[in-house]
């Protein structure tokens, strides 16, 4: 570029000079040579003159006075000219300085332009630096440089541009004053084509800003072509050429394919192969699969083979089909049956079937369709069946078959395991198909928690009495569980999730530490020492006595828990009543020794027996609804004698 800025240079020099140029310079040349030529004829002719004697013409004023005013008209034309082209001129020259004014005014907003970017860029990266500094304070002097690097890196480009058009507008308005409008104009020309063409210039700038960034583009261009290029194997086999291979292993495995076609049924039939390997690259093309090298390396030889799908199953070849249309449907129908018994579930073969490979197969290798759609869709093994024996019980019979209880019930539905017969048949095996199918769903159900029991020392119950102070009760889970069946038959059950829709509840019983009497005495049973006959906690008074606001007539208190709720002992005695009584129903009178008697009524079940001795708190009977009454509840009577005392006085607390 540096000869645009030499011509840049010769121009303005000669333009701010004002000399004449090379063609101006010949122009006077030659009107000088011209200019001599006419002088030396006007000296010739003068010799001419003197040599020959003057003849005088004729004098006629009439064509004095024509020529005359011949020479006045051109006289008049002339200066006619004249003003026309001074007024020429001037416009020219008005047109000029108004060109010149436009010139000057544009550098001026273009200078002014920069200049306030400029700043507003030095002011925002001043902030910025500000903000940076105060901010981090341990910023050191390498980096305070690297930034003021940074930034007249940055400015250098509008500095330049800025010094450049001052330059150019003080030379404009320079040589306006002093030489005139044109040699402004050139002077504003000459500075164009500097800030265009010089060797700081613009185009300059453009290709050096430009050329890097071409490279670039260059280089990714090579990039991209090269990775277009792949490396591949060309493959040739007994010296004619296949295609090409993504590597050696791909001929290996059409191979095998090859072995399994030929060797099918123990066929004889052989193929001498000699690969030959090498490394091409190649634009992105097809591969040629193990399959379609397979069917390749059959065409080129003298093998008599046909063209079919191959059925593999779990990847064995067992022959060929003309057609695998009846085969896909035989198949899609077997799977049909599951989908309607388990809709939402995913169905699929356990063994991996496909007779979607077309290619050249050997003609011996080729087999009926429909013989192979009946195998497919036959029976492997039949249902299995264990006949009872005598004697035999259910869980007899599971230990001998190594069966669960569950897979039997599932295996043999409505079947009633607690009446078994010698010679019954009880299915132990569903028929096992050809293909097994694989049913896996996710199923959701409500799961039991057992609940715990926690036993703990109670010094005021006798011992060997337990009494139950807090009742266990189950808890209960929502499961999700991803289960398989085979055949319809569980094969594993996997639980994803659980969510607790209650906790169980831990059982608590007392067990009774406290040494029992050897015979029983009033001591043991008196006023206010009988224990609360049935559950704390659980059960409260529902009818007092006619002392204590009763009905006429109630000679004891009603106590309600709940049907089947454990009613205990409330002292030591013998029993002497365990039966039905009338409109007490099934009761319990207990004799404590010392004449007194308490009777427990309409109970449910008794646990005791008359002449059995039982022991304060333990159980002897369970809460009903027998004799005559309105609801399930236990009438608690105290005794002496023939006479009926109010229990309220003897027991130790109420509830």
């Known amino acids: 570029m540096q000869w645009i800025g030499n011509i840049s240079k010769r121009y303005r020099r000669l333009c701010t000079t004002g000399g004449d140029t090379p063609l101006s310079k010949k122009r006077s040349s030659k ?5 001599n030529t006419a002088a030396g004829q006007n000296i010739n002719l003068g010799d001419a003159q003197k040599k020959t004697p003057a003849v005088s013409p004729p004098v006629d004023e009439n064509i004095s006075a024509v020529s005359q005013a011949k020479e006045e008209q051109l006289a008049a034309k002339k200066a006619a000219a004249a003003e026309k082209r001074a007024r020429s001129k001037a416009e020219i020259n008005a047109k000029l300085n108004s060109l010149a004014v436009y010139l000057s005014r544009f550098g001026r907003y273009i200078i002014l332009m920069f200049a306030g970017l400029a700043i507003k860029a030095g002011s925002g990266i001043a902030r910025l630096a500000k903000y ?5 304070g341990s910023l050191t002097a390498v980096i305070v440089k690297k930034l003021a690097y940074l930034l007249l890196l940055i400015m250098s480009p509008f500095v330049k541009v800025i010094h450049a058009f001052r330059h150019a507008a003080s030379d404009i308005k320079k040589n306006s004053k002093s030489k005139g409008t044109g040699a402004a104009v050139k002077i504003a020309f000459s500075h164009l084509g500097e800030f265009i063409f010089g060797s700081t210039g613009v185009a300059v700038t453009v290709f050096n800003i430009a050329a890097p960034i071409i490279c670039v583009a260059f280089l990714f261009n090579i990039v991209a072509y090269a990775s277009n290029l792949r490396y591949c194997v060309k493959l040739t086999v007994n010296d004619k050429f296949l295609g090409y291979v993504e590597n050696e292993q791909v001929y290996f495995d059409a191979d095998e394919i090859l072995k399994d076609r030929i060797n099918y049924l123990g066929s004889d039939e052989s193929i001498r192969l000699v690969p030959s390997f090498s490394i091409e690259v190649v634009n992105d093309g097809d591969m040629l699969t193990k399959y379609q090298v397979a069917d390749m390396i059959l065409e080129y030889s003298d093998i008599s083979v046909e063209y079919a799908y191959g059925v593999y199953l779990n990847g064995v070849f067992q022959g060929a089909i003309p057609d695998n249309t009846p085969v896909n449907e035989a198949l899609e129908g077997i799977l049909d049956k599951y989908r309607r018994l388990y809709p939402d579930a995913d169905i699929s073969f356990r063994d991996s079937v496909d007779c979607s490979t077309a290619g050249l197969y050997l003609s011996g290798s080729i087999i009926e369709t429909d013989w192979l759609v009946s195998q497919l869709t036959g029976i492997k093994a039949n249902a299995g069946y264990y006949i009872v024996e005598e004697n035999d019980t259910f869980e007899m019979i599971c230990g001998k078959t190594s069966l669960t209880a569950q897979q039997i019930k599932l295996l043999n539905p409505g079947i009633d395991t607690s009446d078994l017969h ?45 009494r139950v102070t807090t009742e266990g009760s189950n808890g209960k889970n929502h499961v999700t569980a991803s289960v398989t069946y085979v055949n319809n038959m569980e094969t594993s059950r996997r639980v994803t999730a659980v969510r607790v829709i209650s906790n169980p509840v831990t059982e608590h019983i007392a067990i009774g530490t406290k040494i029992p009497p050897e015979q029983y005495s009033s001591d043991d049973a008196g006023y206010g020492k009988f224990i609360w006959p049935m559950e704390i906690g659980k059960s409260h008074i529902s009818e007092y006595t006619q002392w204590d606001g009763g009905y006429a007539g109630h000679l004891g208190i009603d ?14 005695g013998t029993v002497i009543h365990a039966g039905s009584n009338y409109g007490y129903g099934n009761c319990v009178i207990i004799d404590h020794g010392n004449g007194l008697q308490t009777l427990y009524g309409h109970c449910s079940e008794v646990l005791v027996s008359v002449g059995e001795e039982v022991i304060q708190g333990q159980p002897i009977a369970k809460e009903g609804a027998t004799g005559i009454v309105a609801g399930a509840h236990m009438h608690f009577e105290v005794r002496r004698g023939s006479e009926k005392l109010n229990p309220v006085d003897y027991l130790e607390v109420l509830y």
């Open 31 to 35: 009107k000088k040579r011209h200019n």
């Open 132 to 136: 940076i500094w105060k901010r981090s």
């Open 422 to 466: 010698a010679n019954q048949r009880i299915k132990i095996r569903d028929e096992i198909p050809f293909l097994s199918v694989n049913v896996s769903l996710v199923e959701e159900y409500d799961t039991e928690v057992p609940y715990t029991t926690e036993y703990h020392n109670d010094d005021t119950l006798y011992s060997g009495v337990t």
């Open 559 to 572: 106590i309600v828990a709940y049907y089947g709720a454990p009613i205990f002992a409330g002292a030591s």
